[in-house]
């Protein structure tokens, strides 16, 4: 029902930045949260950051938050997240997420495609 586009994603030098955008887009309803995910190769899918549409209020995975920061932009339906002193081992596949209330009894989690971010010298 709702599609998630995603773009910013690519190679980068240690220490450098890179910028991810999602914009949600379809049947839109009630978006009450998006966010960004990401899963290195073994490694289980794990939470980067999160943030309300609402109020804006943001979680952080504890070992990223200071390097990391979301913002979103509501009228668009897009979130973005802005990483800096980026890490080899912060090399994975990031996807964006968006959590929506349907209807009181009928929430929906939506994914998108997966970027890749790698970070090798």
């Known amino acids: 029902q709702v599609q998630l586009a995603e773009s910013g994603g690519g190679l980068v030098q240690p220490g450098g930045s890179l910028r991810l955008s999602c914009a949600a887009s379809?049947?839109?309803?009630?978006?009450?949260?998006m966010g960004w995910y990401r899963q290195a190769p073994g490694k289980q899918r794990e939470l980067v950051a999160s943030?309300?549409?609402?109020?804006?209020?943001?979680t952080y995975a504890n070992s990223m938050k200071d390097r990391f920061t979301i913002s979103k932009d509501t009228a668009k339906n897009t979130v973005y997240l802005q990483m800096n002193n980026l890490k080899p081992e912060d090399t994975a596949v990031y996807y964006c997420?968006?959590?929506?209330?349907?209807?009181?009894?009928?929430?929906?989690?939506?994914w998108g495609q997966g970027t890749q971010v790698t970070v090798s010298s």
């Open positions: 997420h968006a959590f929506e209330l349907r209807s009181p009894t009928n929430p929906a989690n939506y």
């Open positions: 379809g049947s839109i309803v009630h978006i009450m949260h």
């Open positions: 943030i309300t549409t609402s109020g804006g209020s943001t």
